[in-house]
T-cell receptor, first 112, second 112 residues
Framework: QKEVEQDPGPLSVPEGAIVSLNCTYSNSAFQYFMWYRQYSRKGPELLMY????GNKEDGRFTAQVDKSSKYISLFIRDSQPSDSATYLCAMSADQAGTALIFGKGTTLSVSS | DTGVSQNPRHKITKRGQNVTFRCDPISEHNRLYWYRQTLGQGPEFLTY????????KSRLLSDRFSAERPKGSFSTLEIQRTEQGDSAMYLC??????????FGAGTRLSVL
């Protein structure tokens, strides 16, 4: 079992839909949770960063962390064609910043 | 542009040749990371530096791989005697010593 599991999709939704992306993990030491967006042939771009359990909102994006279930989510409201990309979850146990452990990424396609 | 810069963007080489990639991090960031990403996978950690000190190396970093950050600024990643299995996107990220990391656009290596 990998430390971080993420359904690769692909996930296809119409414009305006609410999108839910999820990751599960096995290492209870993880405390820092990130979501990255990666367009084709580009580097990952940091979207959201959350510490421990709880919710964080930034515009159309909401990140949720449930440490008791070892489950994190990213919600995208009013999805746009420009949101079409691969979304990667990443986690770390260390505040000082050591290696991030990534999921495989979920490919999202938003059609107009 | 004040982001992470990687050069070259694409490198094509023949099996057995040596290649070197360069990463220029965000100037105030003391931590620099190298990751490798293959198609359909999330980035996998290779190594990281705090200033000029290489603090951690993954078991993925075979003897053919070497990384340096001579003055705590830019970094180079060299692969000797390249193999077809080395074909991947090599990503560099930097951080001010916090869990969130900021990625460059990557160097895509193709070994023929």
């Amino acid at each position: 079992q990998k430390e971080v599991e993420q359904d690769p999709g692909p996930l296809s939704v119409p414009e305006g839909a609410i999108v839910s992306l999820n990751c599960t993990y096995s290492n209870s030491a993880f405390q820092y949770f990130m979501w990255y967006r990666q367009y084709s042939r580009k580097g990952p771009e940091l979207l959201m960063y959350t510490y421990s359990s709880g919710n964080k909102e930034d515009g159309r994006f909401t990140a949720q962390v449930d440490k008791s279930s070892k489950y994190i989510s990213l919600f995208i409201r009013d999805s746009q064609p420009s949101d079409s990309a691969t979304y990667l979850c990443a986690m770390s146990a260390d505040q000082a910043g050591t290696a991030l452990i990534f999921g495989k990424g979920t490919t999202l396609s938003v059609s107009s | 542009d004040t982001g992470v810069s990687q050069n070259p963007r694409h490198k094509i080489t023949k099996r057995g040749q040596n290649v070197t990639f360069r990463c220029d991090p965000i100037s105030e960031h003391n931590r620099l990371y190298w990751y490798r990403q293959t198609l359909g996978q999330g980035p996998e950690f290779l190594t990281y530096f705090q200033n000029e000190a290489q603090l951690e190396k993954s078991r993925l970093l075979s003897d053919r791989f070497s990384a340096e950050r001579p003055k705590g600024s830019f970094s180079t990643l060299e692969i000797q005697r390249t193999e077809q299995g080395d074909s991947a996107m090599y990503l560099c990220a930097s951080s001010p010593g916090l869990p969130d990391q900021y990625f460059g656009a990557g160097t895509r290596l193709s070994v023929l």
